[in-house]
């Protein structure tokens, strides 16, 4: 089974790409839905970040993400405790979700994480695919998607890596300028066609 690495900065269409893997009978393995689900599973890991960082979940068992940001972020060392705690748990969880679909029997599996490359996770993976979109075209996606300001989603897309950054770590990238779905979709199932 072919592991691939699926990174990218938001709105630049991973969820278009992913859809073709799936298509081809790929796994996906969303490293965010994996740490949330965890934050709410896992003993261990609340047992961790509440040694570490105190009281950061509710009464009703939900991690307060608000009060945690308010620790670490503006703290380097704070943050690097919290990555070096959670992506312990989430790399073990994806290594078991791996196992689980190459043993189902698919051909491949994307692994889908924005900081694929920075948490050491891309080093797992056979390759890795960066799916990159103009500035612009991210703006109005984030906007149409999550509801939010022009500002805001201008602020979120500023603050991620720029593209210089993926092009220089991923040894596949999609570019998806956002004129044409098909043609994207396209691109990106040759792509995993070769890679597979």
Do not use: W
Not at 121 to 150: F, K, Q, Y
Request: with cysteine; hydrophobic share 45%; net charge negative.
């Amino acid at each position: 089974m072919k592991v691939i690495g699926i990174t990218g900065p938001t709105g630049a269409g991973k969820t278009t790409a992913l859809n073709v893997l799936e298509q081809l009978g790929g796994a996906v393995i969303d490293a965010d839905r994996v740490y949330h689900e965890l934050t709410r599973s896992s003993p261990a890991l609340r047992q961790e970040l509440e040694g570490r960082f105190g009281p950061v979940y509710t009464p009703e068992g939900e991690l307060d993400r608000k009060k945690l940001g308010g620790l670490v972020f503006g703290d380097p060392a704070a943050l690097e405790d919290l990555n070096a705690i959670t992506h312990r748990y989430v790399l073990a969880e994806i290594d078991r979700r791996l196992a689980q679909a190459e043993k189902a029997g698919h051909p491949a599996a994307a692994v889908d994480a924005i900081a694929l490359i920075e948490s050491g996770l891309a080093r797992r993976c056979h390759t890795v695919v960066a799916v990159l979109a103009p500035a612009e075209v991210r703006v109005r996606r984030i906007m149409a998607r999550e509801g939010i300001s022009e500002d805001y989603a201008r602020a979120r897309v500023d603050a991620q890596k720029g593209e210089d950054f993926f092009r220089a770590h991923c040894p596949h990238i999609l570019v998806n300028d956002g004129e044409d779905p098909a043609a994207f979709a396209d691109r990106a199932r040759s792509l995993f066609i070769q890679i597979i």
